[in-house]
């Protein structure tokens, strides 16, 4: 393969790409994590609140909800896939740009319980497509395939903050193997790194945060039996959870195809709801059940103890609602909120006796991650870059199997995959 001229080509074609398809990455995660501080802490700090009040998701996810139901039905590709099923780096159009952008930017910073990632894998595989065609490079099955999984690992490398995290999420999303998986992942690894590097030193040359994986946990003591013991009970439990919490998304999705707008704007309402009676019930910010759980994942490794029992219990039931309403009805990734569920999971069992904070997030979040993208191999090196150490590899990699096998072998609930026309 790498012996052919055209594919020599379409490498250094790919290397280019990741330059500006991260600089677009880059100012679009920027402007969502601006968006999402502007809502949630800077307008309810400037009315004299203290934190949002618990009413305030009401009005900015009934906006999304109607603006997501439009895009849905009336602009070319659908707003992006639908996140009940899973991730996929397949069907990305440069004529699906504008629904995706519009749904991700509107959505998730008023309150959607979903991640960046697929709209980011959407735009980095539509940007690539864009490309090609502006220079009039020629287009074949094979070319445009390579093509957008490389922009598509391009724009992920910048979520993600390293470009292998890009490279093997892609490989499995794709599904390719044998000898076209080299093919396939060497452009998707060479445009990571660029798009990583580009990335990074806008990140220091502006100054402007997109957010952190850097989620703060303290590096953690030897591990025991107790360890390896305790996740072999969280790594189901948790698997269990996210795994059902996916079937009743799938049944959204056949709720919302009837009528699309409507009831995209109810699920969107009903996530408002979850996100009120959690702050009733607690005290605490609304944010902490919307949003992705992305910031709120860090806070809760780096202060556990502020976080009593029965705020752990209601974040775990809440957000898993609202999750579950946001997978089936509305548009964005689903890493985020199955992390900060297998977080706080985790956080829940770290009592327990021979258990600790460490050890038991690092097997919630694998077994929360490999359970929801059925992605075991992206799900551990995603865990791994979080945890920032390699004393819990062992517990990371059993947690993921454990999850993978379990999740695999339970009913599946309906096909996630929405009705062609929908119904306004």
């Not at 390293?162 to 998986?181: D, I, K, S, T």
């Not at 093919?183 to 952190?212: C, I, R």
């Not at 990699?397 to 929908?422: D, M, N, Y």
Request: proline fraction near 8%; include cysteine.
């Amino acid at each position: 393969m790498l012996r052919r001229p055209e594919y020599r080509k379409a490498l250094v074609f790919c290397g280019l790409i990741g330059i500006p398809v991260a600089l677009i990455a880059y100012w679009f995660l920027v402007a969502l994590h601006q968006l999402e501080q502007l809502m949630w802490t800077t307008w309810p700090e400037a009315l004299g609140w203290e934190r949002a009040p618990w009413w305030w998701g009401f009005p900015w996810l009934g906006v999304a909800g109607v603006v997501v139901g439009v895009v849905v039905v009336r602009l070319p590709g659908r707003g992006g896939h639908v996140p009940a099923d899973g991730l996929h780096s397949g069907g990305v159009t440069k004529e699906a740009l504008p629904g995706v952008v519009t749904a991700a930017l509107v959505g998730l910073p008023l309150g959607v319980v979903l991640g960046p990632e697929a709209p980011l894998i959407a735009l980095g595989g539509g940007l690539a497509l864009l490309s090609a065609s502006l220079v009039r490079a020629p287009q074949t099955e094979a070319s445009t395939a390579l093509l957008g999984a490389a922009g598509s690992a391009a724009a992920i490398s910048a979520l993600f903050g390293n470009p292998v995290v890009g490279a093997v999420l892609l490989m499995e999303v794709a599904g390719v193997g044998g000898p076209q998986l080299f093919a396939v992942m060497l452009p998707a690894l060479l445009a990571s790194g660029v798009g990583d590097l580009v990335f990074t030193g806008f990140g220091h040359w502006t100054g402007l945060e997109t957010g952190s994986l850097d989620i703060g946990l303290p590096k953690p003591p030897p591990l025991d039996v107790g360890d390896v013991l305790w996740v072999l009970v969280t790594a189901p439990l948790v698997a269990l959870l996210v795994h059902w919490i996916f079937v009743v998304g799938r049944y959204t999705v056949r709720f919302v195809a009837s009528r699309t707008v409507r009831n995209t704007t109810l699920c969107a309402l009903g996530v408002a709801v979850c996100v009120a009676l959690y702050s009733l019930t607690t005290g605490r910010s609304p944010a902490e059940v919307a949003l992705s759980g992305e910031s709120t994942l860090g806070e809760l490794a780096q202060d556990p103890h502020a976080w009593p029992i029965g705020a752990l219990v209601a974040v775990l039931v809440f957000k898993s609602l609202a999750y579950a309403l946001c997978l089936g009805g509305l548009r964005g990734g689903p890493v985020f909120p199955a992390l900060f569920l297998g977080g706080a999971a985790g956080v829940l069992l770290s009592p327990l006796p021979g258990f600790g904070l460490v050890p038991a997030m690092a097997a919630g979040m694998a077994a929360a991650v490999a359970a929801a993208l059925r992605l075991p191999v992206s799900g551990v090196v995603l865990v791994v870059l979080l945890l920032g150490n390699v004393e819990t590899v062992a517990l990371v990699v059993l947690a993921a199997v454990l999850s993978f096998t379990l999740t695999e072998l339970l009913p599946q609930g309906p096909k996630a995959a929405p009705t062609p026309t929908p119904t306004p």
